[in-house]
Nanobody, 112 residues
C-alpha cells in the first residue's frame, strides 16, 4: 500500500530556497511515476514537476529553471529543490504517485 509523507515546507523570503521531500513509506515495490503538484488559495491544483520511471522529467513553465525534481531509482523518494522562490510560489505542495495516490501536503509560503 502506498503512503506518501511530505516534509520540508515552510516560510521563506522571496529569492530564497526550500527543499521538499516525499517518501513512499507504505509500499515495498511500486515503481510508478511520481511528481509534485501545488494548490494556491482559490486556484486549482496544478502540476509542478514530474519524474517518470524512464527518468523523463517534466516541469511547468512557471518553475522551469528554478526548481529541480530528483528521486531514487526505486521511485520511493523524490525531492523538489526550489530556488529563487517568488510570492506566486506560495501554495500547498502535494506529492503524487501514479495512478492516484496523494500525500497530505506541505505548505510553502514566500513572503517578505
Amino acid at each position: 500500500q502506498v503512503r506518501l509523507v511530505e516534509s520540508g515546507g515552510g516560510f521563506v523570503q522571496p529569492g530564497g530556497s526550500l527543499r521538499l521531500s516525499c517518501v513512499d513509506s507504505g509500499s515495498y515495490f511500486s515503481p510508478f511515476n511520481m511528481g509534485w503538484y501545488r494548490q494556491a488559495p482559490g486556484k486549482e491544483r496544478e502540476l509542478v514537476a514530474l519524474i517518470t520511471t524512464n527518468d523523463e522529467i517534466i516541469y511547468s513553465n512557471d518553475v522551469k529553471g528554478r526548481f529541480t525534481i530528483s528521486g531514487d531509482s526505486a521511485m520511493k523518494t523524490i525531492y523538489l529543490q526550489m530556488n529563487r522562490l517568488k510570492p506566486d510560489d506560495t501554495a500547498v505542495y502535494y506529492c503524487h504517485k501514479a495512478p492516484s495516490y496523494w500525500g497530505q501536503g506541505t505548505r510553502v509560503t514566500v513572503s517578505s
